[in-house]
């Protein structure tokens, strides 16, 4: 039930070799350093601008406008017609389809982008794949290390799923929306079609379409 299938379109990303339906979802993880340095071929074919600092290990297709003050650092894939907008922080090993947004004070690292993506505002995106139309709400922070520093390990139900990594944040899937402010902690899966609601922290597996609530009791008090 934690395959690549289970949760993403695998045609909605050219880079569809990272995963094997095999094993569970979160291994292609462990596959982005190698496959970049295998399949990486450095070139820039978006609108750069002359302020922002791109690495030697880059690859930017064509469309994609980059503006001032975004770092690429790489090893690193953009897709075509993406918009990687001002104070976006991209590290090592990235890749990111067609028509992404990576907005300001974003910070990426170890991560798959399917297309269409959309991390718009003060968000943290490491060691975790976000699938086909996925949405992170202004201020989602993908927390992708315990505490303890332990290997993470999903739960679902009464189960502990270990998965042998020690950074691991989420899978959020196709088409799934994540709320402002929310945190998702480390071995979170989200299940496609699904919501999370604004100023969540939640852990574990969100079944496909299902709403995950927040309810909060508010009392207004008159001020003397």
Not at 88 to 104: K, S, T
Not at 169 to 196: F, K
Request: charged residues 20%; neutral net charge; contains cysteine.
């Amino acid at each position: 039930m934690f395959s690549a299938g289970n949760y993403l379109d695998l045609s909605r990303t050219i880079h569809g070799l990272l995963f094997d339906d095999e094993q569970p979802v979160w291994s292609a993880l462990t596959r982005i350093e190698g496959y970049l340095q295998f399949k990486l071929k450095p070139e820039i074919l978006g609108d750069i601008s002359p302020k922002a600092t791109l690495g030697d290990q880059v690859f930017i297709d064509e469309g994609t406008v980059v503006e001032a003050g975004a770092v690429i650092k790489g090893p690193a894939w953009i897709g075509k017609n993406c918009h990687i907008r001002s104070g976006a922080y991209i590290r090592e090993n990235v890749i990111v389809g067609d028509g992404c947004v990576l907005g300001n004070s974003c910070e990426f690292k170890n991560c798959i982008l399917f297309d269409n993506c959309e991390v718009p505002h003060f968000n943290y995106v490491g060691d975790a794949v976000l699938g086909y139309k996925a949405h992170l709400g202004a201020g989602v922070i993908l927390s992708n290390v315990r505490l303890d520093r332990a290997p993470v390990v999903v739960h679902h139900g009464s189960e502990r799923i270990a998965t042998g990594l020690r950074k691991f944040s989420a899978v959020v899937g196709d088409h799934a929306e994540v709320g402002c402010n929310s945190v998702l902690s480390p071995g979170t899966l989200i299940g496609r079609r699904s919501i999370v609601y604004p100023c969540a922290n939640f852990a574990g597996v969100l079944p496909e379409s299902s709403i995950l609530k927040v309810r909060q009791q508010h009392e207004v008090a008159e001020r003397r």
